[in-house]
């Protein structure tokens, strides 16, 4: 059973960091593929950063040079570091997860992934 659980969100002023952890109390980290995805308020779920079961990390273009996607086995955990944030970041943020190690798309569909979290609030003052 995949047990996704988001944390690190909050409010921060434009320019400000975060780090968001998701720790999977399922343990199916290996040789798995992991993503942030975002949903703002009128907007659909779109894609923030994925990282396949080698490593491989994509990102959105939005926040290339910002964002940093990563992982840690041996604590089941994935984080995405945000930095110089922008009040357009506002949004939930969700991890999601997959068994399949491969990215099959430079923008991974929410369909590549069966297994979410609850979602965790980032909000970004101007």
């Known amino acids: 059973q995949v047990h996704l659980v988001e944390s690190g969100g909050g409010l921060v002023q434009s320019g400000g960091s975060l780090r968001l952890s998701c720790a999977d109390s399922g343990n199916i980290y290996v040789a798995v593929k992991m993503a942030w995805y975002r949903q703002a308020p009128g907007k659909e779920r779109e894609l923030v950063a994925a990282i396949a079961g080698g490593g491989i990390t994509n990102y959105a273009d939005s926040v290339k040079g910002r964002f940093s996607i990563s992982r840690e086995n041996a604590r089941n955990t994935v984080y995405l570091q945000m930095n110089n944030l922008k009040p357009e970041d506002t949004a939930v943020y969700y991890c999601?997860?997959?068994?399949?190690?491969?990215?099959?798309?430079?923008?991974?569909?929410?369909?590549?992934?069966?297994?979410w979290g609850q979602g965790t609030q980032v909000t970004v003052s101007s």
């Open positions: 999601a997860a997959a068994r399949d190690p491969y990215l099959r798309a430079r923008v991974p569909s929410i369909d590549e992934f069966p297994y």
